[in-house]
């Protein structure tokens, strides 16, 4: 690790978080970080994870390798959050945390959350892996909870490539994270150049190229081939990889500190400056075109919760035919995102194997089979939005006017 660099990196994180840089912690994934947190706060086989069903496998998979039991619970189908009326029956004597997901950049209610933990003496560990630049109570996301941890891979709030981090403010927390931080293995030679081959790539992708270059990273990823956000092995078992006690590298923390933006004095007149807001502004900009197009169209868009300062990292919509919606829209050159396919985004097979029993989420698992999200990265400009909106208004049909009719004709 480079002291000079992962430092500035952290200040700069800790500036922006309005939090001290003792509280942060560096590693090669933001699973990683979760890892990390669950094995400092002494996780052990036999306790329970309350978490929604409707999150990523690699939110899943870092519980079981420290031998512990996913517990799921349905979403709010207006916030796609996991529903704080819902976590009461399924606490336990052996439940130890409940992982509290900012979907799509949206907080959950934390306040529920936070009042169901101190009733029953368990932990909050918030996922931010979507929410970076998102407020909660005008608090930054990830600075609430005892501990939480962020991602910075690709399509996050901002990218390091790979990379993701820890926060806590629990001083025992904290003395265990700086332990693993500094004891976990160091990014090899090849790791780091690969990493600069895959950030050189991406930086000169575009709209034009998007799917096939989808396609062929997820195929790379899937069989090994490169360092994708997803190795092939996380995704057939949850087994921990080789290597996976990994840190953080010089390589990822410039191009983070690149990321964030802030100039040395932190300030010009009184206001931050940070390149990270403009990236924020920018998504929220491109959805606030969105949600216009939405209603003009009878659809209603995505929900902002009075308490949450939505960061959108991804445009939520949801379709009837998700497959046909997907191939007119490659035949058009549209992008689209499929979060979540699946309670247990992309598992679609052998859900025993991550402790999911299909049918008992089903809220989450009828909005899985649903879903896709409108692009909002800062290479989606106006006009971009208005090919979109042709595209919407030419497949208005296949398009649910909102999670009602969704659910409509099930017993929820």
């Not at 501990?147 to 265990?176: C, H, Y």
């Amino acid at each position: 690790m480079s002291v000079n660099a992962c430092q500035l990196y952290k200040e700069q994180l800790a500036h922006y978080l309005s939090i001290p840089p003792q509280s942060i912690f560096l590693f090669w994934k933001g699973r990683v970080a979760l890892y990390a947190i669950l094995k400092a706060i002494g996780i052990k086989e036999g306790d329970e994870i309350i978490l929604p069903a409707f999150t990523c496998v690699v939110a899943v998979n870092p519980i079981l390798y420290l031998g512990a039991h996913p517990v799921y619970v349905d979403i709010d189908p207006l916030t796609y959050n996991i529903d704080a009326s819902g976590i009461e029956k399924k606490i336990t004597q052996k439940t130890r945390v409940i992982l509290a997901q900012n979907t799509f950049g949206l907080a959950p209610d934390l306040d529920r959350l936070l009042e169901v933990a101190h009733k029953y003496r368990v932990l909050i560990i918030e996922d931010c892996a979507h929410g970076f630049g998102g407020l909660y109570q005008r608090k930054p996301n990830g600075t609430i909870a005892d501990a939480s941890f962020f991602s910075s891979q690709w399509n996050k709030p901002f990218s390091t490539g790979l990379g993701g981090f820890a926060v806590t403010k629990d001083r025992r927390i904290e003395e265990k994270l700086q332990e693993m931080e500094e004891t976990f293995t160091r990014p090899s030679f090849k790791d780091t150049m690969a990493l600069k081959a895959l950030l050189f790539l991406r930086e000169r992708l575009t709209s034009r190229l998007y799917w096939p270059a989808l396609k062929t990273y997820r195929w790379l990823s899937k069989n090994n081939l490169i360092l994708g956000s997803s190795q092939g092995a996380e995704l057939q078992r949850p087994d921990k990889p080789e290597g996976f006690e990994k840190g953080f590298s010089q390589t990822q923390a410039k191009k983070g500190i690149g990321e964030l933006g802030g100039d040395k004095e932190y300030a010009v007149k009184g206001k931050k400056n940070w390149k990270i807001d403009e990236v924020i502004e920018h998504r929220k900009k491109i959805a606030g075109l969105y949600k216009k197009a939405l209603l003009k169209l009878g659809i209603e868009p995505p929900y902002e919760a009075v308490y949450a300062d939505h960061a959108y990292l991804k445009f939520p919509l949801l379709v009837k035919e998700r497959a046909q919606f997907f191939q007119k829209a490659e035949k058009e050159k549209i992008e689209l995102g499929d979060w979540f396919l699946s309670p247990i985004h992309p598992i679609i097979k052998n859900f025993e194997l991550w402790h999911y029993r299909w049918g008992e989420n089903p809220i989450a698992e009828k909005i899985s089979q649903h879903i896709v999200n409108l692009p909002n990265h800062m290479k989606i400009d106006e006009k971009y939005v208005d090919k979109v909106t042709g595209f919407l208004e030419n497949n208005r049909g296949n398009i649910y006017t909102g999670y009602k009719e969704v659910l409509k004709g099930n017993n929820f």
